[in-house]
């Protein structure tokens, strides 16, 4: 996989719509950082869009409240 379609990869995993939740270490090894995250639910699914088009918080699901123009807990 070449640089540019991993930095594209990564990306669009931290945009995806339907994430709640993110978790992040980091790791200093000589002179580079190590850096890893878990997604939940994961996103970057093949054949899948990124966010669906709509009016922001038409779709907030119960329990979240808007704060334009996103669905916050």
Do not use: D
């Amino acid at each position: 996989m070449e640089n540019s379609q991993i930095k594209h990869s990564l990306t669009k995993q931290l945009a995806w719509a339907t994430t709640t939740s993110i978790g992040c270490g980091v790791q200093k090894c000589s002179n580079f950082f190590f850096v890893v995250c878990h997604y939940q639910p994961r996103g970057n699914v093949v054949n899948s869009v990124v966010y669906q088009t709509g009016e922001p918080c038409s779709m907030c699901p119960s329990g979240t409240r808007c704060v334009t123009p996103l669905c916050v807990s």
